[in-house]
């Protein structure tokens, strides 16, 4: 489908769904066809879709700006690449799917949704209230790409210190308002020095990225792993006891001394772990001390093992 769009941006219309034709319905599309209402919308929106660079609150805009000129019962904004897929109203049986496009770069797909089929008029509103969508939505991609390569590190591709703090900070949150468990690790590399005194930083380097493969292949999707600094990571178990944290930590443990190439070092590698859980009256500083202790007694009582921060121990 053509569009009216002007160059460079355009906006091409992917694939229509039409499984059921709907004929005699009717479609009202008020003064909005004329080129002033029209004009004022689109100048209302652009100027709507300049205060955010957040992806979610854009979509909405698009969603409630498009709904005055044009019946549309759910939009659905998804970019794959990006794992990105935002739903604004509800899913509803005729699509219009257009994917969007600036200087031959894509930035996904939006997918309107509405129980009856859009007809040609309409298309053209969408089309032109669509074409202001584009360049904010490129600058929020740019800014959510900048704050990810900010929040994670740059050796093992989990998250850094600074998303630790504040994703342990909002599961703190959580946890308090919702009365929930709430469980960390602290997963400290045994011996790490002679490794790399041994091998050199490259191998070190190498162990690094495999502990931290190691550990996210182990805990759940929605479990989070973060380098907490050095040869440290933290992991987060959202509503978790900390018996059960204990039994993710001693699989951690399984899964390293055995998943790491032995032949690396002499010895396997190995890593001891502190569990510890939200205690009431715990900020975050505490929660980590906590598991810190934990994880010297790990070290101090032989290496290579789990153990529950001493508050719980009886
Ligand atoms: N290769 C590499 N080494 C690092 C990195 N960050 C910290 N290290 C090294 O990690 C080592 C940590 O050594 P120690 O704190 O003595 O701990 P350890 O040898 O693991 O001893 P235990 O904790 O008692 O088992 C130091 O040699 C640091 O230089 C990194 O990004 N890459």
């Known amino acids: 489908m053509s569009t009216n769009f002007q160059p460079p941006v355009s906006i091409n219309e992917q694939k229509t769904l039409f499984p ?35 992806t979610e609150r854009l979509v909405r805009i698009v969603y409630e700006e498009i709904c005055k000129a044009v019946e549309v019962h759910g939009i659905n904004y998804r970019y794959p690449g990006m794992q990105i897929s935002i739903m604004v109203g509800r899913q509803n049986q005729h699509k219009v799917t257009y994917r969007l496009t600036a200087n031959e770069d894509t930035y ?15 298309l053209m509103v969408l089309e032109s209230l669509l074409d202001l969508f584009i ?7 740019q800014y959510r790409r900048a704050l990810a390569c900010a929040l994670t590190d740059s050796l093992t591709g989990v998250g850094n210190r600074q998303a630790l703090m504040k994703t342990l900070q909002r599961e703190l949150d959580l946890a ?15 011996n790490f ?14 162990v690094l990225k495999k502990a ?34 204990q039994v993710i930590g001693k699989r ?19 890593v001891s772990i502190g569990a510890a859980l939200l205690q009431t009256g715990m900020d975050i500083e505490k929660l980590l001390q906590s598991a810190d202790d934990a994880m010297y ?14 508050e719980l121990v009886s």
Request: overall charge negative.
């Open 20 to 54: 059921k034709i709907d004929q005699g319905s009717s479609v009202e599309l008020g003064s909005i066809t004329k080129s002033d209402a029209l004009r004022d919308l689109r100048l209302r929106m652009s100027l709507l879709l300049q205060t955010t660079l957040d």
């Open 108 to 122: 996904g797909e939006i997918v309107f949704c509405r129980s009856r089929r859009f007809k040609e008029e309409e």
């Open 135 to 141: 360049y904010p939505l490129k600058n929020s991609l």
């Open 176 to 190: 308090d308002r919702h009365s929930l468990e709430l469980s960390i690790l602290m997963i400290d590399i045994d």
């Open 193 to 206: 020095k002679a490794i790399n005194d041994d091998h050199g930083h490259l191998t070190g380097d190498t």
């Open 212 to 245: 931290a493969q190691n550990i996210v292949n182990v805990i759940r999707s929605s479990d989070m792993c973060f380098r907490f600094g050095g040869e440290e990571f933290v992991v987060i178990l959202s509503n978790t006891g900390v018996e059960q944290a």
């Open 252 to 270: 951690i443990n399984e899964s390293i001394s055995e998943g790491i190439e032995a032949g690396i070092h002499k010895n396997p590698i190995t």
């Open 297 to 310: 007694i790990a070290k101090a009582t032989g290496k290579n093992k789990t153990i529950i921060a001493k």
